[in-house]
Structures are given as C-alpha cells and as structure tokens.
C-alpha cells in the first residue's frame, strides 16, 4: 500500500494542479508537497511566476521581481538535489524570461552555479551592471573549480603519459603517478575491511627533461550562441593544458572576428569572460588565423570546437583545412565538447572534413583527455572516436 501511494504521489506532482481532481481529495497534498507542487507550476504552468508560492494565484506572469526568484531559487535548492537543481534553472531561462533577471546580485547569490548558468552570464557580460560583475564572477569561479576538479588531474596525466609513453618510472613524482594503472597494480592489497587499497608500488612517467614544448595544441573555440557549453568546457581545459610546460598551447575564439585569447590563460576565469556569446561564424577566418600560428606541422593538434554552420567562405574554409592536413597539421573538429547530448551541426561540411582527414565529431569534456593523447601520440582520431561510439560525422 505505502509503495502504490508514493506512486499516486509522485503522478500527481508529475501531472500538476490540473489533474488534482482525478485523484479526488484523499489524495490532498501535504504542506511540503503543495510547496513542491507549486515551485514546479511556477516554472512549467504558462501563467506561473517563480516565488509565487503556496496559495498564490499564478496568473501574475513573471513579473519584474527579482527578490521572488531569487526565493524559488532558494526553494528549489531546498526541494531538489543538485543535479535537479540544475534542469530547473536552465528551463528558467528558457520559459520564463529569467537572462533579464540574473543582473540582481541577491539572484546569482542563490543560484546553483552549472555550465548553462555560466553560458548565460557570459552571454550578458556587456548588460551586466557594476553591482553584479563581481558576485557573477564568483558564479563563474565556482564552476570552473569544479570542472578543473573533475578533468585536470586527468588531463595532465593523459597528456604526460602520450608525450612519455616509453620512460615508465619506478618512483614517479606524485602530480606524474598513472592511477588507473596503479590502482590496478595494487588490487592484490585490497582491504576489505577498510574498503581501500594499499599502494605499495607507483606506477607513472618521467618528466619530460627538455623545458621546451614538445607539442603544441591551437584550439579554436566558436563562440557563437548555440556553442555556450562547449566555450565554457574549451576555455577551463585550454587554461588547464596552458599550464604543462610541455605544450604550447594557443586559445582563440571566434565569430565574425578573431580573438586570441592565449594571454589570458593563467586565469580561465578572465578566459571565460573574454569570450562574447551570440553573434555569426566566420570559420574560414578563425582557421586562416589558426594557420597562422602552426610552427612545427608534424608537432601540432589544431582542434576546431564548431557546429560547422559557416556564415564565412566554406570553399576557402575547405582548403585551408585540407592544406593544414596535408602540411602534417593534426586537425580535429569537435562538433560540441559538452554534456548536452546529440549537438545540432552542418552533416554534409562534417562528412567533408572527415574525408579531408579531420574527423568530426562530438566529444563529452570526461572524454576530452584520451581524445587529446590520441592525437599527441598521432594515432588515429576517427578510429579512436568509433571505438568510443562518440557521434559520427
């Protein structure tokens, strides 16, 4: 009986206050589920508004009241666990108007910071008043903190085991140990008892002993409005990767104009808010730059983060990438470095570079460093990305 009516529950804040009827007045929702219920019809009713509350009419619109969504926002923190928190948030923005509400310091205080947050922010960098730059920048940090969390580590390790691949060490610095493969050493001294595993041997690579970079890596980020995720993943690792003395590494974005953004990536933060969402897409122009600054052909990996709708010259576009493949350029086009699913993108230019020899596909951000020590390593990236079951040109 208790699991039927958890379902009844559960279909009845599903459905909303219009099926409340159906499921007759036994089925009356308690004080927390009438709160739940409400948070819920603010966003997805047509005439909700968020901070409306329990017992408050929904036909105010959204209003102008930034003091009440930054209550809903609160509220659904408190109703919803983050990753739920999240959805909310970004179908906000979408539904209800919310972009022209983030200027209010109080609201960016009680949001849950994400990826599509940021995008948001970045795309009302401009609009932003004085009062709210430094709290959105707080957003901002707090984001890529957690994306560095997740990939650096990663990242770095990847990097150095392509680069170092035949100098295996048997005492490994730390920031060089090879987990994955550690871990997998020393499963022997697992400890059931205290749910760990007891690390007798490290296993790792040598630094590299030359201080000059043995590879560098251009990335050209579109940052035209569609591509927000994946200019916040891009400009996080390119400011990871800037960091390994190893690499060189290049950062440019691009629309209709070419930014290089190198300069700025000791701070990702100052790389994220350098970036300007929206506007067209000259491709052709972002790679002619991008062109400009290979050095050593067969020692670089130009990847290209675009959906390929190019507003620019496709012909040109086409021979520049084909002259950067057949110059020893390892180009790559990553149709979305994101968590966002299957990306929108132009198939017929994305089976056109792949036949030029620069595979096209999207790539999650997890997935990001094996795609990066495949090409340093200059295995095959297309064969790579099959294998992975990654989305196909």
């Known amino acids: 009986m208790a699991a039927e009516e958890e379902r009844l529950r559960r279909w ?50 959204l209003g102008g009241s930034a003091p009440a969504v930054a209550r809903w926002l609160g509220d659904i923190r408190d109703y919803f666990p983050s990753s739920v928190v999240q959805v909310l948030q970004h179908d906000a923005v979408q539904r209800l108007g919310l972009a022209r509400l983030l200027m209010e310091p109080e609201l960016l205080a009680a949001a849950e910071p994400d990826v599509h947050l940021v995008g948001t922010l970045m795309s009302l960098r401009s609009a932003l008043p004085e009062r709210t730059r430094e709290t959105a920048r707080m957003v901002v940090r707090k984001v890529v903190e957690d994306i560095e969390r997740r990939l650096a580590h990663s990242l770095r390790s990847a990097v150095f085991g392509a680069l170092n691949r035949g100098e295996r060490a048997r005492t490994p610095r730390l920031p060089d140990v090879d987990w994955n493969r550690t871990i997998l050493a020393n499963l022997r001294n697992y400890q059931p008892e205290q749910r760990t595993v007891i690390v007798d041997r490290l296993i790792g690579y040598q630094r590299a002993r030359r201080v000059a970079a043995l590879r560098d890596v251009i990335l050209l980020i579109d940052q035209s409005g569609s591509m927000a995720s994946s200019v916040v993943y891009a400009g996080v690792l390119g400011a990871s990767l800037a960091s390994i003395r190893s690499l060189r590494t290049s950062l440019v974005v691009f629309d209709t104009s070419v930014v290089d953004l190198t300069d700025a990536l000791d701070d990702p933060v100052d790389v994220l808010f350098g970036v300007q969402l929206g506007g067209g897409t000259d491709i052709d122009r972002a790679v ?29 576009l086409i021979a520049r990438l084909r002259g950067l493949v057949d110059s020893g350029v390892a180009v790559i086009v990553l149709l979305a470095l994101s968590d966002d699913g299957a990306p929108a993108y132009d198939h017929q230019l994305a089976a056109t570079c792949a036949q030029l020899g620069a595979p096209a596909f999207a790539c999650t951000p997890d997935r990001f460093p094996e795609l990066l020590a495949t090409a340093l390593r200059r295995e095959e990236v297309g064969r790579w990305a099959a294998l992975h079951g990654l989305v196909p040109a």
């Open 288 to 316: 002619g730059y991008g062109a400009s600054l290979v050095r050593r052909p067969a020692d670089t990996v130009l990847i290209l983060i675009s959906d390929l709708i190019e507003g620019g010259d496709q012909s040109s």
């Open 12 to 61: 009845r804040l599903i459905l909303g206050a219009p099926a409340a009827p159906a499921f007759g007045p036994a089925r009356a929702l308690s004080t927390r589920d009438a709160d739940i219920d409400a948070a819920l019809g603010a966003l997805y009713d047509a005439d909700g508004e968020p901070g409306g509350g329990r017992g408050r009419r929904r036909s105010a619109g």
